[in-house]
């Protein structure tokens, strides 16, 4: 008896975790949803989806997480965050714009913001992300060691950037070694982790000149990494590019050749209809953050027209002092809405564009498409399970409409990250959440003493 | 010394429960906030709110619930519910307003809406709601006995309003009777139990005649009843009202008689300043629902000139057709940026203005300001704590800011409505919610085979 089921499970493919639940959205090229699914991880990737019936027979697993009640799905990519901004979460809030940035945002940055700050606050960050079903997130800020840490220790996946303006900033008092400071920081973390990326974040065509952008992007493409610009975020912005180069900031990215594939842009709020004609022709990648666009009044994206025009467009929350949260559950149901009212059409922004932009979309922007995203084989396994079995997401008809329109962050169970299990049953699995609030809670109440 | 003791707390008062948290958001006329904050309780009334240290010299509670971590508030007030229709919750999404209506929810109605099935959907709906820190709902439906009956056995507080229109409805086959039926239902439930108050619910000006908007309301002021109607929500609305009656929804509705301070009018996106100053005078109550105008893509009400203007305005997230879910937190959310953005103004519906439309303002709307809406001494003890102990709420500088911004109702942890501990910890104290979602599942899997 011992030596045939030895020789049978000599057949089947051994694989290390098998998830099995009542629902796998894949997000393969077919939009597959498996009733009574599965996926098996073996290390950091996906070896195979399918039925739980018939991946039994295949498939010997060392450990099984049942999900029942609960549906699978790809970890939500986060396009744009500051993500230590979290450290500033409702210190001013309902405030016009200037008055905001600068008498309440720039004053705390530069009294509060260091390496240390930087750390816990966006290892803070990482732990709501996690929490919320956010398994790999796009960042940029000053003082990026520190996030770069963060993400190294919390088990989340990340393309971190450091911060590029013409002018004194965090960590970099000195402009004119601001590109060399990105870079310097770039080597310090290429390919240390495979979980982390390292990435140049220029702010803006306002706070950078053409000369540090070029160089910039000259570093990108000798590393091979992101490049990633706040675009045509608000109004001002336009009149300011106007002013100085006499065109409007996508035609100026255009010209100083940053706009490609390995270019990831923020916002794009006010985009015409050629210039979304140009960023599609380009490749680039565009996060749409439309809560924080309306929380600071900056605008409605032209989200559908984008998406039409086959701009690569995912989906990001932005830093916690223009939000507050990092819950892309929420954005997504957002977005749906926003777009609806605003267009006047309620069959806009549907709810599987929106989990797809979440999704495949956000991969796609950060030109990840054949690493993260959904759930195939080959992929990195980076999964998150939904518990189904609570009044709000009862009954359930169609899966995305609640992800999109019922569901929340605080509904998602378990999350994988690189074949990891970083939250089971909504226990974080390594790190100390009480020790790290403690440390926020201390910077908050230095931020408050001085603010 | 037993004797000294005895003495003391023979001087102190006698409460049932004491409720102590790291704040007491009070929501009275001076919006004061109470750190180190204590509520406590006699029967279903408020007897005191202050400092929990100096409370406990002169108060002896019978109970103590310890909400440290926790801030204590008002229970929320959800304005407009169709609460049912939690069985139709994304039966049908992303599609045009008549398809949706026409080919998907009235189709489904008639086939499903049975008293039962409205008993069990309220059921849910009242699960939900309590789970996301609702206190009070305003609701409107056909077989509302069967809504009563679930309002009756889950502890919340309602407004129960029984459906009027001009042509076969479920549980109406002849509309002729459409207001003896509604009044009728009223008499059933009048008086029956302190936390529920019948109402009636004429559909609205193109669904409802003149004569029957009269007899109506006639009803209502007879029995000392809210009245209700869906009012200006659409496009279609305004054009059919002109060609009726020559005249816009809000004109004819003040020509009837019907806008006082009894009537609670739903949406009121579709008014010019004329008609929100009308509103004003009238002491009509008017309530918001941004998240369903903006899926059904009716527009955007034109919140902030109606609270300049004085009207009585309140939060309601309408049916779970058009939502799809109960969440008031994520009303206020999406109520705060929408306005922002569709006026360019990020200074407009302040976080601590959506918190007081949410809790006082719905007071307010409903007839119920000296009732429920705030903490108060003498008013009904409705109120929740919310667990600020949380990475997504952390750190915090200004409760408000929190509550609109960054938390969600899954942060709610303890519902007390009319003194009687609904939930604790997140536990459900009386209610078998296994049980009701399983029923609602049954309704669910009826609709999916004859949809």
Redo the contacts between chains.
Sequence with gaps: MSEVRDRRSAEKTRVDLLVTGDYVLTFNHKKEVVEKGAVALKGDRIAAVGQASSMGEKIEAKEVLDASGCLIMPGLINLHTHAAM??F???A?????HE?LHEHIFPAEAAHITEETVYWATL?AS??MI??GTTTFCDGYFYEDGAAKAVAASGIRAIVGQGVVDFPAPGIPDPRINVKAAEAFVLRWQNKYSRLMPSVFCHSVYTCSPETLIAAKAICKEHKILFQIHLAETEAELEEAEQRYGMRPVEHLLKLGILDADTLCHHAVRVNEKEIELLAQSGVGISHNP?S????????APLPKMLTAGVKVGLGTDGCAS?????LF?EM??A???H??H?????????VEMVEMATKGGAAALGMADIVGSLEPGKKADLITIDL?Q??L?????PC??LV??A????VRDVIIDGRMVMLKRQLVEMD?QE??GK??E???RI?GRH
């Design positions: 979290t450290c979460r409702g210190l809030d309902d405030l016009p714009l905001w803070l732990v709501e929490r919320s809560e666009n309306m929380k600071l009044a900056s605008g409605v939000n507050n949260n990092m819950d929420q149901d957002t749906a809405k926003l609806k009212v267009q006047g059409d309620p069959s806009l922004s549907s709810a079995n009044p709000h009862t009954p359930m008809y169609e409409s609640h329109y019922a929340r962050g605080a509904d959440e790290i609030m926020v809670r910077i908050a109440s408050r």
